[in-house]
């Protein structure tokens, strides 16, 4: 059989033909053989695509212009049919705001599918990029905002209260986008139907409807304070996984088995994996600041018996050959782990769902 995936360049591919094996079809590559015909990577209607706009956590990187792996915080893309959702709102998502607004600037507003925000957290690293999203300042955009409630704030008072004066000029309620604000929590499970309308709360004891885009949402504890959201999103038989800003120790606790199940036969697992062994447990450790090393999450990769680990929330003191290290560690631990970068794609195929 004719391997057309290849590891290049950063995209995570499916095949064009579909025939590979479950453990190939979502492997890295981008096809560079001048006689494959393959249609470019992207956001066709059945396929998850999703895309990295930052990788980084803590905060951007801004003494390392021109690194590899990426300077800014955490960001991810995903689109399923017409809709578009946003993981966090990290530095990375100024230039995916641009990027919107040069594609939209070619359709009739009518045309376009829902544009969805949702929040794991309200670190920093997480919401820095907010107030330079474009979208926002457009009259004729329509957003969902969906996020978590922490420490005793009411997610669109958390939002509401980062994009205000002193902090920033412009007051968040004075946007002239139109903006819906929703808190989400712990086993919700949200739907977005194949028409292109915004999200809707969906019962999980009911059948999700055909070609619907679906998000279950876990509230996990294993991060500082009040812990994150973790998102499974779903579309088209394929499902990845959000799990940044994630410690986990030996898997033994009920919330490290939580999160397992809620992870169980993902296509793909982003997860956490900030820090070296040697920076974990070194002489100035990092445990219990609620981050992970590339051996803990290949450890819950291969619980969760997920086909690929995407390594993410890369230090920012790390250059790119100290991520290439956790790459290679990882890879030694669980073999589909690939170090996230700005630009790589991600592409599982409606035509060939995964078999578990
Ligand atoms: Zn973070
Ligand atoms: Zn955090």
Redesign the pocket.
């Known amino acids: 059989m004719r391997q057309s995936v290849r590891e290049t360049d950063g995209r995570l591919v499916s095949t064009r033909n579909g025939i590979l094996p479950a453990r190939t079809r979502a492997s890295l590559g981008r096809a560079t053989d001048p006689a494959d015909d393959s249609p470019p990577v992207g956001a066709d209607a059945g396929r998850l695509f999703a895309r990295f706009w930052g990788v980084r956590g803590s905060h951007p990187v801004a003494h390392a212009i021109g690194s590899h792996i990426g300077v800014n915080t955490a960001c991810l893309e995903v689109r399923y049919g017409p809709h578009v959702l946003v993981l966090d709102a990290g530095s990375g998502i100024v230039a995916l705001g641009e990027a919107l607004a040069r594609e939209w600037r070619e359709q009739d507003p009518g045309e376009r599918g829902s544009l969805s925000l949702l929040f794991t ?1 309200a ?1 920093h ?2 919401l820095c990029g907010l107030p330079f999203f474009a979208p926002l300042f457009q009259r004729d955009v329509a957003l969902h905002l969906l996020g978590p409630d922490l420490d005793g704030l009411r997610f669109a008072e958390i939002i509401a209260g980062y994009m205000r004066s002193p902090y920033f000029p412009v007051d968040f309620t004075e946007l002239p986008s139109r903006r819906h604000l929703r808190s989400v929590a712990d086993g919700a499970r949200l739907v977005w139907r194949a028409g292109g309308a915004g999200p809707v709360v969906w019962d999980p004891a009911r059948p999700v409807p055909a070609r619907a885009l679906v998000v279950d949402v876990l509230h996990s504890r294993l ?1 500082p304070r009040d812990g ?1 959201l973790m998102y499974r999103i779903s579309g088209g038989g394929h499902s990845l996984v959000f799990a940044t ?1 994630v410690e986990v120790g030996d898997g033994g606790t009920p919330g490290e088995q939580r999160f397992v199940r809620f992870a169980r036969g993902a296509d793909v697992l982003v997860h956490d994996a900030q820090y070296s062994q040697e920076d974990y447990a070194g002489r100035l450790p990092r445990r219990g600041y ?1 981050h992970s090393t590339p051996g803990m999450a290949a450890r819950v990769a291969r619980a969760a018996e997920v086909d690929q680990l995407i390594l993410f929330h890369h230090d920012p003191d790390y250059a790119d050959a100290d991520v290439r290290a956790l790459e290679r560690e990882a890879k030694r631990l669980f073999p589909g782990s690939r170090a996230a970068r700005e630009g790589m794609e991600i592409c599982l195929d409606a035509a060939a769902p995964r078999q578990v």
């Open positions: 957290h670190h690293d997480h991060h994150t800003d609620g």
